[in-house]
């Protein structure tokens, strides 16, 4: 009994001390500090931002500075100089799975969009202005991605709304049927007409959705399907049964005519002042290809609709320090990987309207001698310069040191395998430098290869060539030119030369090339050519000969020759399936009038021994066996 | 230092005796093998530009066995597999012919019971072949071939035209567009008869020098993307 009393007085003792404060009674109730709700996020404009700014940083893009350089390069328009990256110019096609999507990783964006969709719109304690641009802005990220998702895959299951399992098992009322191509296209081009009054039309917004945006993206899909559907008629079998690949011919003019009608939004200057970025009137050559470089990195051009932007402290990325040329690298041995081809170099046009390949000769087929290394480009479009840094070209205040060799007076070659393997001419006596530091030498890695270095987003800021420092270039996704293109590109769908011609002329003379085409000059080759100069390395060409279905005429792999090469140029069927080079020579000559002048040589680099060929079966990315065989509703593409 | 040393060697003994051997499964050793055949001639395509599709059921994985296995240019397949119940299909839009369908217009597959090696023809119906083909050299540094056409579907819905015929020539056997030295290429408007079709290409200077060439004949069909090919021939000069 004793015993009984002291146990339960120790419990009762115990409890007294042990137990919380009396009148503390909110102690299970203490809000958690490494978590917020989603009642908490979504009644704060700051916190949503933060979680839009996640979602802003998963969209995808075709080339991105954030993948790889590498994903820059190929399609022949320029040349991989890094060694193990040799397999894109050795290589003779495409797998079926290129450019494809991570599926799972797709969706869970797409979630997390729709989740955000949601959450959004259930909020009561954010304001009504801002719950409805949150709400735009998500939407436009979604709509942004899905045509994305098209661009690659063509229809893809359509997901609007989050899709919660119920745990019993069956699952197959989750299981979505891919859509229909054109309805992912109508999907885009809806949601941007449903937000565009809801986003700001800012000029000066361009890292966050605004009104351009939006109409850029419609635009831009516009064009894409009406191509597609006008364009997929030459390639049948490049199509499926339920549509989810191809659209039906007769679309085509309602695509145009949207196109053009976004477009014009956005011209008529209703979305915000977009225009031009262009120098002052009577620039010099050299003046109108920094404009147009420039172009890609003032970030308050108001050419820029919408980019990726990056910030010093925050975000950088490595471009510069992969391609800045060798001999002016901030970082020693990290340079030069991207190398545009002759092909490419040679599509800018002369200052007269006509194409023209580089006068390597003379009429007679002998060769052409140029007192200065830049001569033979003279006389050019002004964005070959602004997209390409070329042989005797300068960056960040030095000049590039390009040139393969001394050309002797028989015409043999006199050269070195690097540029500090000093070499004595014949005749002399003191060892000197025989070829450029710059290369270009076969198989020398990190300096060009084909005799060009890009130019197009690399930063001339001190130290973004550094690894730790990294560059703070954006990356533009839609921006005024491509805008004028799409319109021109409608236009003359629909079958006003005059309009094309109109637009197409402004991106023109931005470029220097002041002589206006006329209606008549408008042609399927010149809507071509104009996005392929003028969108160079923005992700473009790849999407482009796929919708005109043209890819598998222009990749056909056969191999490139020099005839091929300098024949058709400007042509939209054009073979391009080696990316060629042309190296400068020095001429050693003493005693020649020709001494100390240049001469160049088309030259094919000699790593490149494949040739890009396009399937039907490339048109579109494979899905992965794994995706359909989770979901037996997703059918493969065609011709894999 | 002394007793470390005697424990990797203690270890290094035991890794000899309990390594792997019991965990390894016994490697696929049936062949299956065979060609694509119609009416008892085979089909010659390019390499790596035919595929076909081998599916095994009953182990939870839904898909093909490998996704990426091709026809070798003279049509031929072979794939060492275990025993066991397969499926083969070519794809949709795969091959210069036509492979059954299903109703549902999905590729229609053959079944084979695996049991030790086997052969395996693969039926099919091509849009044309190309027969009595001549190719022989013309002089030193050319060739000449002849060759006809036969539309083997004739009916409205599948037949098609041709697109264009073509002369290839390599250096080594593996001829086709894409591996060519010399090629020569006729387009279907400029070809008046069928039944007699005349090649000729000039072949280059060949580095390093070498007294042949093999050579066939490819026929484009329009709207298909494989050509059709003559069986190979070796010309000596």
């Known amino acids: 009994m004793k015993k009984i009393l002291y146990i339960t007085s120790v419990i009762l003792i115990a409890t007294g001390i042990w137990s919380c404060k009396k009148g503390d009674s909110d102690f299970l109730n203490t809000p958690p500090t490494a978590f917020l709700t989603n009642d908490q996020v979504f009644a704060d404009p700051a916190l949503v931002r933060s979680v839009l700014a996640d979602l802003y940083n998963r969209q995808l893009d075709f080339s991105s500075f954030d993948i790889n350089w590498s994903s820059f390069a190929d399609f022949s328009e320029s040349f991989p100089s890094e060694n193990g990256s040799a397999y894109f110019v050795q290589r003779t096609g495409w797998a079926y799975n290129s450019w494809g999507v991570n599926w799972a990783g797709s969706y869970q964006y797409i979630r997390d969009l729709n989740l955000f969709l949601e959450r959004d719109s259930a909020s009561t304690a954010l304001l009504a202005s801002d719950r409805a641009e949150f709400y735009a802005e998500g939407r436009f990220l979604r709509a942004n991605f899905y045509f994305e998702l098209a661009k690659r895959m063509g229809g893809v299951p359509l997901v609007t709304g989050t899709l919660t399992y119920d745990y019993k098992g069956d699952p197959t009322y989750l299981q979505l049927p891919r859509a229909k191509e054109s309805d992912i296209y109508d999907f885009v081009i809806n949601e941007a007409e449903a937000i565009k009054n809801d986003l700001p039309a800012d000029a000066n917004e361009k890292s966050r959705a605004s009104r351009g945006a939006a109409l850029a993206m419609e635009s831009r899909a516009a064009v894409y399907a009406g191509s597609i559907a006008k364009y997929g008629a030459t390639t049948p079998s490049v199509s499926l049964p339920g549509g989810e690949v191809g659209i039906t011919a007769s679309k085509a003019n309602d695509y145009y005519t949207i196109a053009l009608r976004a477009a014009q939004e956005i011209i008529s200057g209703s979305a915000g002042a977009y225009k031009l970025y262009t120098a002052a009137a009577g620039a010099s050559a050299s003046a109108l290809s920094d404009n147009f470089a420039n172009v890609f990195l003032d970030k308050a051009s108001p050419e820029t609709i919408f980019f990726e932007d990056y910030k010093v402290g925050g975000k950088t990325h490595g471009f510069t320090t992969n391609d800045q040329p060798y001999s002016l690298s901030d970082e020693g041995g990290d340079a030069g990987r991207i190398d545009p081809s002759l092909n490419l170099a040679e599509a800018y046009e002369k200052l007269d309207n006509t194409y023209a390949p580089f006068a390597t000769t003379d009429g007679s087929g002998t060769q052409a001698y140029y007192t200065n290394q830049q001569d033979i480009f003279a006389g050019r479009d002004a964005r070959l310069a602004g997209t390409i840094l070329l042989p005797g070209g300068t960056y960040k205040g030095g000049t590039v040191d390009i040139w393969a060799g001394y050309q002797l007076a028989d015409g043999s070659i006199f050269t070195s395998d690097e540029s500090d393997h000093l070499k004595t001419l014949p005749g002399t006596s003191v060892a000197v430098q025989v070829v450029g530091e710059d290369g270009p030498v076969n198989g020398l890695e990190l300096r060009t290869q084909t005799g060009f270095y890009i130019r197009k987003y690399i930063d001339p800021t001190v130290g973004s060539g550094r690894r730790g420092q990294g560059s703070t270039v954006a990356l533009i996704r839609y921006r005024y030119a491509e805008v004028l293109l799409n319109a021109a590109e409608a236009s003359f769908e629909l079958g006003d030369n005059a309009t094309a011609a109109g637009y197409m002329n402004q991106v023109r003379a931005r470029a220097g090339l002041i002589v206006p085409l006329t209606a008549g000059d408008i042609t399927f080759d010149r809507i071509v050519h104009e996005r392929r100069v003028e969108l160079a390395f923005e992700g473009n060409i790849l999407y482009d000969m796929k919708r005109w279905r043209i890819a598998h005429i222009v990749w056909d792999g056969i191999s490139t020759t020099l005839s091929d090469l300098k024949s058709n140029i400007g042509a939209a069927k054009k073979r391009s399936t080696q990316p060629w080079g042309l190296w400068p020579y020095r001429i050693y000559n003493p005693g020649s009038a020709n001494n100390g002048k240049w001469v160049y040589k088309e030259t094919l680099p000699a790593l490149v021994t494949g040739s890009n060929r396009f399937l039907f079966g490339n048109y579109y990315s494979s899905i992965d066996p794994g995706v359909i065989g989770a979901n037996p509703k997703i059918i493969q593409q065609p011709n894999q | ?237």
Not at chain 2, 3 to 16: D, G, H, P, Q, W
Not at chain 2, 104 to 127: I, R
Not at chain 2, 134 to 158: C, L
């Open chain 2, 1 to 237: 230092m002394r007793n470390s040393s005697r424990y990797l060697y203690v270890l290094a003994f035991a890794a000899t005796i309990f390594s792997c051997k019991k965990d390894n499964y016994p490697q696929p050793n049936s062949l299956l093998s065979g060609r694509l055949v119609y009416q008892g001639d085979s089909i010659e395509v390019e390499k790596n530009a035919v595929h076909f599709q081998i599916y095994q059921y009953g182990f939870g994985k839904v898909g093909p066995v490998s996704t990426d296995e091709t026809f070798a240019q003279d049509g031929t397949y072979s794939a060492v597999l275990f025993d066991g119940d397969y499926k083969i299909i070519v794809p949709n839009g795969d091959g210069p012919f036509i492979w059954k369908k299903t109703a549902a217009g999905g590729p229609d597959s053959v079944s084979v019971t695996l049991k030790g090696n086997q052969t395996l023809d693969l039926e099919v119906t091509p849009y044309y072949m190309i027969k009595a083909q001549q190719i022989a050299a013309v002089g030193t540094d050319s060739i000449s071939a002849t060759g006809m056409a036969t539309k083997i579907i004739t009916d409205s819905v599948n037949a098609k035209d041709i697109e264009y015929v073509a002369l290839y020539v390599n250096k080594t056997q593996f001829v086709a567009g894409s591996t060519s030295i010399a090629s020569y290429t006729l387009a279907a408007s400029a070809i008046s008869n069928l039944n007699s079709i005349q090649l000729g290409v000039h072949i280059p200077a060949l580095v390093p020098a070498q007294s042949y060439v093999f050579a066939r004949i490819g026929l484009k069909i329009a709207n298909v993307e494989d050509l059709i090919f003559s069986p190979l021939q070796k010309i000596q000069f």
